[in-house]
Nanobody, 114 residues
Framework: AQLVESGGGLVQAGGSLRLSCTASGIFFSIHAMGWYRQAPGKQRELVATITSSSDTMYADSVKGRFTLSRDNAKNTVYLQMNSLKPEDTAVYYC?????????WGQGSQVTVSG
């Protein structure tokens, strides 16, 4: 199984980025997908998740600014991030889960300059 993230980069505060995560080697449609992030010196934290039936959940810190969606035909999830803040700066990791099985991507750096 492999999760490949893309779309990170440097953006000014108030700007937008879209992260993508494409999965291979798994039965994508049955997996819950999620994004986590880890800032320097901090623990990894949950950003958003989407179930196999496309129900979503967001951390309070990103509600109203981030939108998570999935395209099962493309084995891909998208995290649209708007109104970015410097505190959103972190490495963002894609996650796939189905029962006891968990997979992680390699991480994508998002840097928001203030």
């Amino acid at each position: 199984a492999q999760l490949v993230e893309s779309g990170g980069g440097l953006v000014q505060a108030g700007g937008s980025l879209r992260l993508s995560c494409t999965a291979s080697g798994i039965f994508f449609s049955i997996h819950a997908m999620g994004w986590y992030r880890q800032a320097p010196g901090k623990q990894r934290e949950l950003v958003a998740t989407i179930t196999s039936s496309s129900d979503t959940m967001y951390a309070d810190s990103v509600k109203g600014r981030f939108t998570l969606s999935r395209d099962n035909a493309k084995n891909t999830v998208y995290l649209q991030m708007n109104s970015l803040k410097p505190e959103d700066t972190a490495v963002y990791y894609c996650n796939a889960e189905a029962g006891p099985l968990k997979y992680w991507g390699q991480g994508s750096q998002v840097t928001v300059s203030g």
